[in-house]
C-alpha cells in the first residue's frame, strides 16, 4: 500500500453503545451540547458536530461489544464508501493531551491517542441488522473513524443504511422547526 494511503496511527477499542448514539470528543466539548448535537442528528442523519463534540446515530438500538478502527491519516484516504453501510464526516478538534473519547450514554467511555489537531473525521459503520431493536445486546455491527487534517475542508454527504424492506428513517424536526418542516426559527 502506498505510504500516503497508509495510516500513520491506528488502533482498535471497543466501546459499549447504547441508545443507538455515540459521540467523539476531542477534549473541547462541552456536555451541555452532547443533547443539542443529538437533536440535530435526527434532524439531519446520521450525524452532527460542532467542530468540538460530533454525535453519530447508529441504526442499533445497542452494541455492548462495539468494535471501532480508530485510523488517523496525512491526507484524505482513498473513498470506500461502498464498503459500508452507513457513512458520515464531520469537523473535530484534538486538544493538547491528544486524546479522542469516544462515549455512549449509561456505558463508560473509551480513549484512543490521537495526535493533537484539526481533523475532518469520516464515521463508517456496517454489519447493521435492524433500525432499532438488533435482536440482542451484541449484534456484530462493527465501526471506523478515518481522521486527517482539514479543519475547514469541504465534507462529503451522508449516506445512510437503506434497509431492505425499510428504507431509510426520516428526519426528525428539530425544536425550532414548525412542524410542516420549512425550518423557520419558532424563538
Known amino acids: 500500500m502506498n505510504a500516503q494511503t497508509s495510516p500513520i496511527l ?43 463534540m460530533l454525535v453519530v446515530l447508529c441504526p442499533h438500538q445497542n452494541n455492548f461489544e462495539m468494535s471501532i478502527d480508530v485510523q488517523v491519516f496525512a491526507c484524505r484516504p482513498a473513498a470506500d464508501r461502498s464498503e459500508w453501510q452507513q457513512v458520515s464526516e464531520g469537523h473535530l478538534e484534538i486538544d493538547a493531551p491528544g486524546i479522542l473519547s469516544l462515549s455512549s450514554p449509561t456505558t463508560e467511555p473509551v480513549t484512543v491517542a490521537v495526535p493533537p489537531g484539526q481533523y475532518v ?15 440482542s445486546t451484541t449484534p456484530g455491527d462493527v465501526w471506523r473513524l478515518r481522521l486527517w487534517p482539514g479543519g475547514d475542508s469541504a465534507l462529503e454527504p451522508a449516506q445512510l443504511w437503506n434497509m431492505p424492506g425499510y428504507g431509510t428513517p426520516e428526519n426528525t424536526a428539530t425544536s425550532t422547526e414548525v412542524p410542516d418542516g420549512s425550518g423557520t426559527d419558532l424563538s
Do not use: H, K
Open 121 to 135: 473525521v469520516e464515521v463508517s459503520g456496517r454489519g447493521f441488522v435492524n433500525y432499532g431493536w438488533p435482536g
Open 10 to 52: 491506528e488502533s482498535t477499542v471497543v466501546l459499549a453503545m447504547d441508545y443507538g448514539q455515540f459521540c467523539l470528543d476531542g477534549g473541547l466539548g462541552d456536555i451541555d451540547n452532547e443533547m443539542d448535537l443529538l437533536e440535530q442528528a435526527q434532524a439531519e442523519q446520521p450525524s452532527a458536530g460542532d467542530g468540538s
